[in-house]
């Protein structure tokens, strides 16, 4: 502004060059008020979610060597290995054990009951006494009302109920995938044009100062 106000008392340029550089001045001071309340909000998030004060912090280091190298093969892996859907797969396991344990009441059961006895009295001139007994029980359902007919194809609904999340679930771990990808290019893209700005806007400072 200074050198801009300088020229147009020599006559070099205009009251709107002059106007133009106030608008740039006052447009920095905004951006730069705009940095420092963002510089205090993330230190305050800092603070909530790692419990201390940010002190001498260090650039990230990229995680591209962590993450897989394509998008198919992310989200592979997003459907293998998210929580949700590891859930969901459990949760088609249990229901498919529920209708056999529903199965199992349909069959005749089998019971086995074993007992062993020792005495020894001397008054009577028993010296020793075994008992033993082996009690098996065989029961058959015959009619049983309905009841478990109607579990069995409530624990099938059930089974299907999950299929169905486990399918939603996987869907849309893929989508946060496939979006969060896109979100990584878009950020790599913004890395690279605005780093690209930076070096165009020192050159032209420079340019500026030599003139």
Avoid: C
Avoid at 40 to 58: C, E, F, K, M
Avoid at 123 to 152: C, H
Avoid at 175 to 196: F, M, R
């Amino acid at each position: 502004l200074k050198q801009t106000r300088d020229r147009f008392n020599v006559g070099e340029v205009t009251r709107t060059d002059v106007a133009q550089a106030e608008s740039r001045l006052a447009a920095g001071r905004s951006e730069l008020l705009a940095s420092q309340s963002q510089y205090v909000t993330s230190q305050a998030q800092y603070r909530r979610i790692i419990g201390v004060d940010p002190g001498h912090l260090a650039p990230g280091t990229p995680v591209d060597r962590l993450s897989p190298s394509t998008l198919p093969a992310a989200i592979t892996q997003g459907e293998q290995l998210n929580p949700s859907v590891l859930a969901a797969m459990y949760g088609v396991d249990i229901a498919e054990l529920q209708v056999k344990v529903n199965e199992g009441n349909l069959y005749p059961n089998l019971g086995v009951q074993a007992s062993v006895q020792k005495a020894w009295d001397p008054l009577y001139n028993v010296n020793k006494q075994t008992q033993a007994s082996i009690v098996g029980t065989l029961t058959v359902p015959l009619y049983q009302g309905g009841a478990e007919y109607s579990a069995i194809r409530q624990a099938k609904e059930t089974v299907g109920q999950q299929r169905l999340t486990l399918d939603t679930t996987r869907d849309q771990a893929r989508e946060t995938v496939v979006q969060s990808w896109g979100q990584l290019d878009a950020a790599k893209a913004q890395i690279e044009a605005t780093t690209a700005q930076v070096n165009a806007a020192e050159i032209a400072l420079n340019g500026v100062r030599e003139e």
